[in-house]
């Protein structure tokens, strides 16, 4: 009896052990499983975000390529602006600018820009010139000071978006003094404006014309007034053809520079070596210079 009791007990003793082990095995393996779906999770979270990351960064370079003239779409409406600057009795620079519109996001602002060019932006100036920074326009009531401005749609009218971003020179946004109160001015950039973006509406870019808007930045000074008037003379709608190339080549128009002009110093050695006409008033003021040299 006391041989059959111990065996009994040896035999419920190993059956135990081997229950805590079974038991030790599955939590083991429960508590394993339950991390890799913990990593598991985590790893699909971390490539969703990734993901959702890639596809805003493909957004971001597409609004840019947009605004930089990189992109294979469709081109937008396109306009013209014919700029004259008058530099004195015989000196002026005169040049054509032509306007991609981001019509298929801002149609609003777009077509209010459309029906300003075709009547309305005739005759205006660009009344301030920042160089580095921009130039505005569109002052169409008023001095051409930028105390007037009248939209399409009335006096003012509100934001659409702010989609495009003011990435590079050449871009074409709106001039709001406040939210929600644009008309008739516009703004083309000179450089990137980060400090812009969410401030005004892009609603387009500068094709053709960079010569020009170079010489209008040469009128700026740091407080925005113009040295000399840049006036919009003329201004329409382009009619595109099969490719961007045809339509510039038919609607380019010729640029005129203004004439180089000498540095002090260079006059005065071409007065003293009279390798250079000039005419009564600088040959008395290089006389009166030379002299008291």
Known sequence: PAREMSLAFSTKRSASGR???????????AKTSGEFGRLKRELAERERVKAMRKKELEKEAKIVARTRGESEGKLGVMVYMDVEIRLGRDDKASGRMMFELFEDTVPRTAKNFVSLIEDGYAGTS?????PGVACTGGDTEG???GSGGKSSYGRDFESENFTYKHTNAGVLTMYAKKPNSNNSQFQILFDEAPHLDGRQVVFGR?????????EIEKLGSKTGVP??????????RVTQRD???????????????PKAKDDPKTMVRNFRNKSKFYDNS???????WTTSC
């Open 206 to 214: 500068l094709v053709d014309g960079f010569a020009i808007l170079r």
């Open 143 to 145: 001095k051409h000071d």
């Open 282 to 288: 600088t040959r008395s003021a290089l006389f009166s």
């Open 227 to 236: 040295a000399h008037v840049a006036t919009v003379v003329g201004c329409g």
């Open 126 to 130: 660009f009344y301030r010139v920042e």
């Open 243 to 257: 490719t961007l190339e045809l339509t510039l080549e038919s609607y380019r128009a010729p640029l005129v520079l």
């Open 19 to 29: 229950w805590r082990t079974e038991t030790a095995s599955v939590e083991k393996k």
